[in-house]
């Protein structure tokens, strides 16, 4: 225990933090039924990669310095952040049209299009 | 940042590591919290929550900048916009959707299969170099990278970035720039298109039905 908070923070942490908000988010997406969960599933997994992103741009983290993306790593995950926003506004847009159609935001009746 | 090689002793505490277990298990705890949690409005606010606490690692890896528009834009705005999708649509049979056993079981053998994959990987990646290396042998980016760090801010860097200008460990992004811009627009005016209200001719019908009658 005192070894883990005496060594100092390396890629490794972040990268596990990223890889469980990353799985955390792949569960959400897979098992909500409500269409707004599916989005916030979404929204893990990209916070999830971003924090990669980050990571592996940072000069402040033990790691091999030839995996390293400077300042493109931060701007990456700026656009990202960018795409995300986006994305959102669309998808709550198609949920808020579902539910005035349908009156429900249950995903697996979303089936009209089943043959 | 602390002491980069080890105290003298084994408990020597390093301030930074303490402050990264922290936000990172608050992260972790959160995230699955909103999995496991089975009201969307709780959902929501654990989101927030590991949001924040996401926004607390990206100072401590040294990204001011990207860490306060994850603040800014993530917290204060994307997830505005999905609390009022909550509050929208929060009737009571939607609440609560309770997801069958088979889905739980499915969706833990997919989750921990990407658990199994990717947490080897970042014990492989996330190793530093077994010797410390010449720095004359190395790319201008890998001397920026493996020399001491300077907490400078990080958004005149940025910001010059994507205005196309590269700099010493970033390059030009002004062609991403302006298509994410474009993109940008267009997404909110379909968005706009999309949630628009159709009411009023349903509201017009039904007034022609109640004067026919």
């Known amino acids: 225990m005192f070894d883990l908070l005496s060594q100092p923070v390396g890629l490794t942490h972040y990268l596990i933090v990223g890889a469980v908000m990353f799985v ?6 897979a098992t909500k039924r409500n269409a707004l969960g599916v989005l916030m599933g979404i929204e893990l997994v990209l916070n999830g ?3 990669n992103f980050v990571a592996f741009g940072s000069n402040f983290l033990e790691r ?8 493109d790593g931060q701007i990456i995950s700026l656009f990202v952040i960018v795409l995300a926003a986006a994305e959102a506004a669309v998808a709550l847009a198609i949920v808020l049209n579902f539910y005035n159609n349908h009156s429900t935001v249950d995903v697996d009746r979303a089936d009209e299009l089943k043959g | 940042m602390g002491n980069r090689n080890g105290g003298r002793w084994m408990g020597e505490i390093n301030g ?60 204060g705005g994307t997830l505005v ?18 997801t069958a056993g088979g889905d739980w079981i499915v969706a833990a053998l997919v989750g921990g299969i990407l658990l199994v994959i990717l947490v080897p990987v970042a014990f492989q990646i996330g190793l530093p170099p077994q010797d410390a290396g010449d720095i004359e042998g190395l790319t201008q980016r890998e001397a920026v990278a493996s020399s001491e760090p300077v907490s400078v801010p990080t958004a005149t860097r940025i910001g010059l970035g994507l205005l196309g ?3 010493d460990d970033v390059s030009g992004y002004l062609l991403p720039f302006e298509i994410i811009s474009i993109h940008l627009l ?13 009411r009023k001719v349903v509201v017009r019908q039904e007034s022609q ?5």
């Open chain 1, 24 to 29: 955390a988010g792949a569960v959400c997406m």
């Open chain 1, 49 to 51: 990669a971003n924090l």
């Open chain 1, 64 to 71: 091999n310095p030839a995996y390293q993306l400077g300042l």
């Open chain 2, 16 to 75: 930074h590591t303490v402050l990264f277990l922290f936000f990172g298990i608050l992260t972790c705890l959160f995230s699955l919290a909103v999995v496991f949690s089975a009201n969307v409005v709780r959902m929501a606010f654990y989101l927030i929550l590991a949001l924040a606490a996401t926004s607390g690692l990206h100072f401590l890896a040294g990204a001011d900048f990207v860490g306060t528009m994850q603040l800014v834009l993530y917290v």
């Open chain 2, 81 to 98: 916009l999905l609390v009022f999708g909550v509050m929208l649509t929060a009737q009571n049979p939607f609440i609560s959707l309770r």
């Open chain 2, 165 to 167: 200008v590269p700099g």
């Open chain 2, 186 to 198: 267009v997404v909110l005016v379909g968005a706009a298109y999309l949630a628009r209200a159709k």
């Open chain 2, 209 to 213: 039905n109640i004067a026919g009658s």
